[in-house]
């Protein structure tokens, strides 16, 4: 017995009504953390081992005193917060614990913007930015280094990349559809432009230049409705790349995030970002500096110096990404593999 079209649509609606409902709002600002209130350059990944939504965060020391120059960007623990109810909730679980030898900084190792992928035998590979001490100015070398993990919690086989130069940060992690992995990273001796390199084994990798013309920080590639994007920090907004190969890209002509918003700790440009895909929707999550506005915009205090992380919904437009970040955002990010 056939059923009728109109029950047809009923049991469509019903079953698109239940999936928007179990999508929470999230929270605006998503988070902030409770240690030293300076959540900065975010990724988001799924941990199936317990099951809930981490992030990984440079926790910049934002509140603490007596800091002169640029020594609160530095000696940053990563921080990690977790979300039970797919990414409207966060709350504070700690830091990543890092096995380093004593030449990159011993207890004043400074640790900035991670990202994550999983490996084929199943091991978390963090590639990490590590400056070997705490310094008030930003003249001092920086490395991207490779970690493993079982848990990740803790991270031992710290292994130096052999990059553009001793001055690269910012790592992005994807892998190709052609089984390659490729990162992204910050190349400070050529302008802060973006380079990239290669490899088929997570093992040895071969440095292949520059990305694409543009300065900037915080490069995120990722892949979505069939093209490739890089989103990266141009300190005026975030720039878009977009491409059919990871190789050959065209600039968007309009940066998100570039005005301000009008939600909590949400009124200024947007920074260093990370994207999740799931299922058919893409989230953009960026940090912003709250009280860099107005009359005091250019202090160095406390409030100059903390951060918060956002999220929002990326929509695709005249085949370019787009996001309002005014706009409520009702998140429920899918587990992964």
Known sequence: MKSAPWLLLLVLLMSCISGCQSARLATKPLYRDPVYDGAADPVVIWNPLVKRWWIFYTNRRANAPGLSGVAWVHGTPIGIAESADGGAHWKYLGTA?????????????????????RAPDGTWQMFLTVVPGIFQDWNHPRDIVQLTSTDLVHWKNPCKLSLASDRVIDPSILRLPNGTWRLWYNDERT???IHFADSTDLVTWTDKG???????????????????????DEWKGLGVFRSADALHWDKQPANLLAQPGTGADDGVMGGHPDVVVSGDRAFLFYFTHPGRRGDGAKADRTEQRRSSIQVVELHEQDGWLACDRDQPTHILLQPQK
């Open 191 to 193: 302008g802060k432009s």
């Open 210 to 232: 520059l990305a694409f013309k543009s300065r900037g920080e915080g490069p995120k590639g990722f892949r979505w409705r069939g093209k490739f994007w890089c989103v990266i």
């Open 97 to 117: 614990q890092f096995d380093l030898p004593i030449e990159y900084g011993g207890t004043n190792v400074t640790c900035w913007a991670p990202d994550v992928t």
